[in-house]
């Protein structure tokens, strides 16, 4: 019998004999000093009993994580089947994991993952029949796997390749330089890079990289990080005879990020200020030494995606009037707006990417959060769709104005991501590589449904079941969405859900407001003094699976990542009712003082400012760690974090579970798991992925089944 059918058979074992230690009885928390520490913010009292728990390395702060850690290992442990869970997650996840091939020079290159591996290798062929080569290993990094790979650019003539590196899943990277002809690394060793790839020179002398002073702060895990500039590096050279090529220091919300157009005729540097997708733009020559920077687009009225360069005439993605996305051309000779000529309109579903290969534009569109792909003559008109295989998202594109070729992946819900080769001249793709996997998804089937929300807007909701499903409420449903920052979730494939699917649970994705489903009016509609949208969306998806039948209340739990994990604290401080179980994962959970610590500022543009009496009073509403409320019973809540996640600190989560513990007032267990070596998410090495979502899935299942 195989690991998953034995889970199905034991999931019919009355839950009542397979309780686990400490269940059925309020648990015995580990014990969490209460402060008077009070605030006063725009005349109103705030209460932080918890401040201390910020002091992430202070002593007392290290016993509260080893109490914590030990109260959630012990009880996940003792969670019934969580270890065969665990084995057949590793089966899910041993399948060959292929990256969309990248051509320069005549070599291709592409990451690879034999399975298990705890992370991804750099492969390297001569041509796309040949050999495959191990260029880069990063599973020689630490023993653990926690030192990751987080980007790799090879040099247009296929030379060298720069890889940058973190340690412990931190947001800082290193970034070395690799000679792909003998093998070994140059002398080149780059430090305090974050937020950054690199842009290689046309002629493949150097590259351009955005980058900090060295954090001056007791600690620099927290301190804001502010003040990018962009730097030139030249190969074999030390850091320290980097060439500054861009700063404002009177602007230190300015993030900066460096592009070298395809003719190396140019440096585009598109400027955010902090999250938000509207931008500038500067561009300087690079056929002229101590050129001046031109400041090309000021307003940061809309989002300029920069596509390409042909002559004087610059191509830019924008949602500048027309919130789902066009392409335009603009004449840097005759730049007034009113001569910008528009090459692909708006049209009734969202423009993801547009990318310029052979004489063609090839971009990714969504139809109510399904990927489409159609290729455009240079003019702008249709040529042609391709035929994706289903229902699913395209991942990764690439291809440039050399290439007669483009790359993409696809995955669905239910099949992982295949990589297909489409010659633009062709009319149809052919697969490329695809991943061999014992499942059997003929069993499942995705549907794609549309709620109301509570002031009447309709919002789309992925439904991936059993197929022979039945509508009597008895189905535990786990619910799934993230809501903010432009970011449209799509289906794609997880070997943990797949697990949860094996068991006969449904997984549902609801592509609530503040995404990018639907262009920036839907991202808009889900920030600042709306962000509430976000909620009530994600509230009538909930009761929408409640009132059609496929799960219950005793039987549906929700998660969420990072601004994800914000959702579900706010949503089951709203309504701690609907909900057998809560996952918050890496949440921001203290939305007053979030942007205090490392990059936090910079999501005032989507959450809105605590310095702003009227946006304060719109956080302070709904912030999760300020709205939980004493004699309320919560759904058994499992919320994780790292103890060296840099980006949304883990004192969010810790502040957040202290407070969660002293108020629960019902039996269901609140445990917070503290990931050690580890960070936001990526870079995590696959051992510790497959342990978490195996402790996720087993008190899942065992706070949802009956």
């Not at 990063?138 to 060298?160: C, E, I, M, R, Y």
């Not at 701690?576 to 910079?602: C, E, K, N, S």
């Not at 007032?665 to 979502?693: C, F, Q, Y």
Request: hydrophobic fraction near 35%.
């Amino acid at each position: 019998m195989t690991v998953a059918k034995r889970l199905i058979a034991r999931i019919l074992i009355p839950a009542a004999l397979l309780l686990p230690t400490g269940c059925g009885n309020r648990l015995d928390y580990p014990e969490a000093r209460k402060t008077e520490q009070v605030d006063i913010i725009h005349d109103i009292e705030v209460k932080d009993p918890y401040r201390w728990l910020e002091d992430t390395d202070s002593e007392e702060t290290q016993k509260w994580i080893e109490a914590q850690n030990l109260l959630s290992s012990e009880y996940l442990a003792s969670l019934p089947e969580r270890d065969e869970i665990e084995a057949r997650l590793s089966e899910l996840w041993n399948y060959e994991k292929f990256g969309v091939p990248v051509r320069r020079g005549n070599r291709y290159f592409y990451s690879y993952n034999d399975g298990l591996s705890n992370q991804n290798v750099i492969r390297m062929q001569m041509d796309l029949e040949g050999e495959a080569k191990t260029i880069l290993d990063p599973n020689t990094f630490s023993d653990d796997g926690t030192v990751a790979l987080t980007s790799w650019k090879v040099s247009p003539d296929g030379k060298h390749m720069a890889y940058g590196i973190s340690s412990g899943g931190s947001d800082w990277q290193e970034w070395k330089i690799r000679n792909l002809e003998t093998g070994e690394d140059l002398r080149d060793h780059l430090k305090w890079i974050k937020f950054s790839t690199v842009s290689w020179k046309r002629d493949g002398s150097g590259f351009y990289y955005s980058g900090y002073g060295a954090p001056s702060g007791e600690d620099m895990m927290q301190d804001i990080n502010q003040a990018q500039k962009v730097y030139f590096h030249g190969l074999d050279s030390s850091q320290e005879e980097d060439k500054l090529v861009f700063e404002r220091p009177e602007f230190p919300e300015w993030l900066v990020r460096a592009e070298a157009t395809h003719d190396g005729s140019m440096l585009i540097l598109n400027i955010s200020r902090g999250s938000s997708s509207n931008n500038a733009v500067f561009y300087k020559s690079l056929n002229r030494s101590n050129s001046r920077i031109v400041e090309f687009l000021l307003q940061f009225d809309a989002r300029y995606n920069f596509v390409g360069k042909e002559g004087n005439r610059l191509l830019f993605q924008t949602d500048l009037e027309a919130p789902r996305g066009r392409l335009i051309e603009i004449d840097i000779t005759d730049p007034a707006r009113d001569n910008w000529k528009t090459l692909i309109p708006e049209t009734e579903d969202t423009l993801e990417t547009v990318r310029m290969i052979d004489d063609r534009f090839i971009c990714t569109y969504l139809k109510d959060a399904a990927s489409q792909l159609k290729i455009f003559t240079r003019e702008g008109y249709l040529s042609k769709e391709i035929e994706l295989p289903g229902l699913g998202s395209v991942g990764a594109l690439s291809g440039g104005p050399d290439d007669s070729e483009a790359f993409y992946s696809f995955s669905s819900f239910i099949t992982p991501p295949s990589i297909y080769r489409h010659e633009m001249g062709s009319e149809s793709s052919e697969l490329f590589r695809s991943p061999e996997l014992d499942i059997n998804p003929d069993q499942f089937e995705t549907r794609q449904i549309f709620c109301t929300s509570k002031d009447g807007t309709r919002v789309p909701i992925f439904i991936t079941a059993p197929k022979d499903i039945e509508m009597d409420n008895r189905n535990p449903a786990l619910l799934y969405g993230y809501g903010g920052f432009n970011i449209s979730q799509k289906p794609s494939f997880s070997a943990s859900r797949m697990a949860w699917l094996e068991m006969g649970g449904v997984f549902v994705l609801a592509n609530i407001r503040g995404g990018g489903e639907y262009g920036q009016d839907w991202h808009l509609a889900g920030t600042k003094l709306d962000k509430q949208n976000v909620f009530d969306d994600f509230i009538a998806a909930s009761e929408w699976l409640i009132q059609n039948g496929y799960t219950s209340r005793n039987r549906l739990a929700i998660e969420g990542r990072s601004n994800g994990g914000l959702l579900v604290g706010a949503v089951i401080n709203q309504r701690p009712d609907l909900y057998a179980a809560a996952v918050p994962h890496v949440g921001v959970m203290d939305m007053l003082r979030f942007h205090q610590f490392t990059i936090g500022w910079a999501w005032v543009s989507d959450y809105g400012s605590p310095d702003d009496p009227e946006e304060f009073q719109a956080l302070y509403a709904y912030s999760p760690y300020h709205n939980l409320k004493e004699d309320t019973e919560y759904p058994a809540t499992l919320i994780t974090t790292a103890d060296h996640d840099d980006r949304v600190v883990p004192l969010h989560s810790f502040k957040y579970a202290a407070r969660m513990q002293e108020v629960q007032d019902g039996n269901d267990p609140v445990l917070i798991r503290i990931e050690t070596r580890a960070g936001h998410g990526a870079g995590k090495p696959t051992s510790m992925r497959i342990e978490e979502a195996a402790d996720v899935l087993a008190f899942i299942r065992y706070h949802c089944f009956e």
